[in-house]
């Protein structure tokens, strides 16, 4: 499913006014932020395309427009102007909005604080069951969707999804948006107040979907798992587009981003500061593998001294850090940065 | 009124759990055998992986829990004394992660003046105790703004700045910061280091390493212990143990390590200015 943004504007001042006032008629006319000041509009103009299969990352700052924006995805709220298309159907139209609500999958911020039902499986029955599936196809949904998401269905399909860890509560949450077998994935911060490890584990699930030919929209504050993950990012500011692009492209400008209250991913950064300082690094995006292969061969060429420092840098270093040594932890770190070389990879 | 706080010696501890225990069913505890003291003015960063006892921890601090083993002391007072809650709780500042969880009024300077009004203080009084908190919070002459209408960060400074209201000498947050996006964790994170600067005992409780990298002193916990304690450059440098303990490690540490593992002769930093410092140090040897 292609689904495109075609100059979409919308406030909340205007939304519901404009129900009453005739949508249509309120869609037609020009936007008018120039001559209202007054109203707020969470978006403004946006237009693009989220292309088939493709990763679209989604940052700005707190309201910038990104949970607006994707609220539109689904049809949950319409355009005050402009207009929102599923494959050239427009979204207002009420047929339209049902038929792509099933086939949208919205996942909101902290997913789990919507369970509801009394088990397990019945909460993740319960989307394909409103979609009137017989019970059969519904059973076979909810296991496929408990396998995607490494949960045993077996084991925990009848008890209370309250009594699970807020990690596997959430687990949950997303099977029982992939049970409706959306085509397309919508994701608000989908790891947000997870520990580390559990946002590894989820964002690797994320990337798996993606792997099965899922589209995926995510919005995210961090900067390193969208360039990671993304093929095109889109920043949003002040409800406006305010870049779109391949992560290279959109974190080459770290400065501009900063004016947008958004940072570039960690290594970016670091390299864009250290030719701040001199250092010769060329690629336009470097994850933290690539930022050390350049810097170890600029420092090593025409270093003979090298082993001089090394022995300094050796006994600078205090005996309680023994286990930071380079040698234990190379194998520790290897598995860690391969996931983003990968995503590099993919991209091309 | 002067505060007894203010009359304690400089070097006493602000909070001392011994040997304290806590559970919640009475079968499974989060953490039992807990030893953790914080002298006065310490700012401390508790990291620890989701279920590893840091909430429960925090909510220990102003009694809002009470240990079942064990003791827990906050300003010398023992926090199962029911006598001493009133005290503790009218001291002990606590800042949850979700700012909409904790705003009560519609109106920002009434919702600041919440926590102080239910201290018992006059009116004057109270008008000179909200606008220097939100001139801390860097909210001045938001007073009269509606609080529906702020972002997240701004809720979070109101939220901090409703706690400062109520002058405490310990300030908890416990993952103050999660749901705010980078530049209103930065200005959070400026608050906090003004506000321990001027004297505020501080607990940290975090998933961001950065942020970790500020404190005085890193505490991890596991499974309801203490693994690991330290400055944040002898906690945050212990890359293999953090990963065990299912938490991240600073960039400027994974990065440090990918250039050792590759010869390049750095020592292990856990901020990006350091690990240019040694870079740029090392190129000029060259």
Known sequence: ?348 | MTNPIDAAPADDLFIDAADAGFTYDGEHFVFRHLNLTVPRGQFVCLLGGNGSGKSTLAKHINALLTPDEGAVRVFGCDTRDPESTYFIRSNAGLVFQNPDDQIVASLIENDVAFGPENLGIPNPELRERVTPALKEVGLQGFEEHETCALSGGQKQRVAIAGVLAMDPAILVLDEATAMLDPRGRAGLMRVVRDLHAAGMTVVMITHYMEEAACAERVVVLDGGEVRLDGTPHEVLTQARALRALSLEVPFACRLSLELQARGVPVATCITDDALKEELCALRSKQ
């Open chain 1, 1 to 348: 499913m292609r689904l495109a943004f075609e100059a979409v504007s919308y406030s909340y001042a205007g939304g519901d006014a404009a129900k009453k006032r005739g949508r249509k008629k309120q869609r037609e006319r020009q936007a008018d932020w120039g001559n209202a000041p007054d109203a707020l509009w969470a978006l403004r103009d946006v237009s693009l395309t989220v292309e088939p299969g493709e990763f679209l990352g989604v940052a700005g700052h707190t309201g910038s427009g990104k949970s607006t924006l994707i609220q539109h995805m689904n049809g949950l709220v319409h355009p005050t102007c402009g207009r929102v298309t599923a494959d050239g159907a427009d979204l207002a139209e009420k047929e339209v909005a049902s038929r792509v609500r099933s086939q949208v999958g919205l996942v909101f911020q902290y997913p789990e604080n919507q369970l509801f039902a009394n088990t397990v499986y019945d909460d993740v029955a319960f989307g394909p069951r409103n979609m009137k599936l017989d019970e059969a196809e519904v059973d076979r949904r909810v296991r496929e969707a408990m396998e995607l998401v490494g949960l045993d269905l077996d084991a925990i399909g009848e008890r209370s999804p309250f009594d699970l860890s807020g990690g596997q509560q959430r687990r949950v949450a997303f099977a029982g948006v992939l049970a409706m077998e959306p085509e397309l994935l919508v994701l608000d911060e989908p790891v947000a107040g997870l520990d580390p490890l559990s946002r590894a584990d989820f964002l690797a699930l994320i990337a798996r979907f993606h792997a099965r030919g899922m589209t995926v929209v995510m919005v995210s504050h961090s900067m390193e798992d969208l360039a990671a993950l993304s093929d095109r990012i889109l920043v949003l500011s002040e409800g406006r587009v305010f870049a779109l692009g391949t992560p290279a492209q959109v974190f080459a400008d770290a400065a501009s981003l900063k004016a947008v209250g958004l940072g570039a991913p960690a290594p970016q950064a670091f390299a864009s500061s250290l030719r701040d300082a001199g250092f010769s690094l060329p690629r336009e995006l470097y994850d933290e593998t690539s930022l050390a292969v350049d810097l170890a061969a600029q420092l090593a060429a025409g270093a003979p001294n090298a082993d001089g420092t090394a022995a300094g840098a050796a006994e600078a270093e205090s005996a309680g850090e023994a286990e930071a040594a380079p040698t234990g932890d190379a194998p520790c770190g290897a598995p860690n940065a391969d996931a983003p070389t990968r995503a590099g990879d993919r991209r091309g």
